[in-house]
């Protein structure tokens, strides 16, 4: 994908972040873009990157870990938490994993309405059982899917502008994922509002996810 059809809002992040699943050691702060005055959430309130004017997101369809089509917008009515990943990812994924969840428990009674979803970006080794039970590993909530036959991860990559790559593909299974890190907030429509990068913290993910509920 060309670089610069990445929208200004993640631009510093994925350069930052795109290094053989290894967290960056600089940091920057993403630029925001003001929020709509009919939007639930605020560029005052919002922790992250408000995104809602940025051609981000849509609906797809991949498979869960009992081997059935996941749609997105099977989900409407809850706030979604989306991020890209793989099993085999030895330290951002597992990472970010556990801050959701942990984001998760400082929402208490609330956290009934997000879910969490975890999406492969390595379909070659992560089946839908394999990604769903990793899922789970780190919240029995959490939803793991990938794409199988006839689902086009190229296609829901550009959706989302997540950059992936192998690394020393020619080992055979022996290989890492270079990927874009961080997460998106989906709001109740089903609309991304809000990008998390790397390295938030989860009191400030469980409030932007407030903003949305």
């Known amino acids: 994908m060309n670089k610069n059809t990445v929208p200004a809002v993640l631009t510093a ?40 004017k940025e051609d981000i997101g849509g609906d797809f369809t991949m498979t869960d870990g009992e081997g059935k089509p996941f749609r997105l917008s099977d989900l409407k009515g809850n706030v979604v938490l989306l991020s890209f990943g793989y099993t085999h990812c030895p330290d951002v994924c597992p990472t970010e994993l556990l801050t959701y969840s942990d984001a998760l428990k400082q929402l208490g009674e609330q956290a009934k309405d997000v879910k969490v979803v975890f999406a492969s970006v390595d379909p070659e080794r992560d089946t839908p059982e394999l990604v769903g039970k990793y899922a789970k590993q780190f919240n029995p909530d959490f939803i793991g899917i990938t794409a199988t036959e006839g689902q086009s991860l190229p296609v829901i990559k550009q959706q989302y502008r997540v950059v992936s790559a192998k690394v020393n593909a020619q080992e055979s299974d022996n290989y890492l994922v270079d990927h874009s890190s961080g997460a998106y907030l989906i709001d109740k429509n089903g609309e991304a509002a809000i990008f998390l990068p790397y390295g938030a913290e989860p009191d400030a993910i469980a409030a932007d996810i407030k903003t949305l509920l």
């Not at 290094?19 to 919002?46: D, G, R, W």
């Open 13 to 52: 992040a994925l350069a930052l972040l795109l290094a053989a699943c290894q967290p960056s050691q600089n940091s920057a702060e993403p630029a925001t873009t003001p929020a709509s005055e009919a939007a639930p959430a605020t560029k005052s309130t919002i922790k992250g990157s408000d995104i809602r």
